[in-house]
């Protein structure tokens, strides 16, 4: 069982906006600003797109955006485009030995 | 560009030992402002974290694999190495290779692509 609590999957069209939520405590996405989100296609290495809440990595493009509202985080893709389709996986830093905790991971079709 | 690539048994019989290299290559391992992390993924399931390394040599594990853990970093060759004992089939999975960016608030800014290990008799 993970300990963030991501929705199984989420759909769109193409240009329209998905949002994924992912629910933690006071004791990881409550307690720091330390979320980040992993965009992950089969096969290939999960890419960082979004770190520290609402920060985006170079190259990352700005269709991603990240919040934060006291123990739940969010994740918008805005003009979804078709290879946007991928497995998302929402992270926080859980302080001390914990390190990190992750969601299960939510599958994003783009429809 | 930093590159990270796994290697390592791929298949293994319950009880034996985990052992996976990570190699780095387009910079020191030594670089400061990182530490270095397992993350694995079971078959069908989430991420995982199995444990990060400072360049220090201090080592912070997932709880429930602590007792058989052990994560080591060799500055000569640029690598990091995992060592899981006594494993079994629920370690299973795709183990990758990750550089955590303390500057980026501990984000896993560079994966490698992972190798697959199945523990089955």
């Known amino acids: 069982q993970s300990a963030l609590t991501q929705p199984p999957s989420a759909s769109g069209s193409p240009g329209q906006s998905v949002t994924i939520s992912c629910a933690g405590t006071?004791?990881?996405?409550?307690?720091?600003?330390?979320v980040s989100w992993y965009q992950h296609h089969p096969g290939k290495a999960p890419k960082l797109i979004i770190y520290?809440?609402?920060k985006r990595p170079s190259g990352v493009p700005a269709r991603f955006s990240g919040s934060k509202s006291g123990n739940a985080a969010s994740l918008t893709v805005s003009g979804l485009q078709a290879e946007d389709e991928a497995d998302y996986y929402c992270?926080?830093?859980?302080?001390?030995?914990?390190?990190?905790?992750f969601g299960a991971g939510t599958r994003v079709t783009v429809l | 560009q930093l590159q990270l690539q796994e290697s390592g048994a791929g298949l293994l019989r319950p009880s034996q030992t985990l052992s996976l290299t990570c190699t780095v290559s387009g910079g020191p391992i030594t670089s400061g402002g990182y530490s270095w992390s397992w993350i694995r993924q079971p078959r069908g399931e989430g991420l995982e974290w199995v444990g990060y390394i400072y360049q220090s040599g201090t080592t912070y594990y997932n709880p429930s694999l602590k007792s058989r853990v052990i994560l080591s970093i060799d500055k000569s060759n640029n690598q990091m190495a995992l060592k899981l004992t006594s494993a079994t089939a629920a370690d299973t999975g795709v183990y990758y290779c990750v550089r955590v960016n303390l500057h980026m608030g501990r984000a896993l800014d560079i994966w490698g692509q992972g190798t697959m290990v199945t523990v089955s008799s």
């Open positions: 006071s004791s990881d996405i409550g307690g720091y600003d330390y």
């Open positions: 520290e809440v609402t």
């Open positions: 992270s926080s830093y859980a302080g001390g030995i914990n390190f990190a905790v």
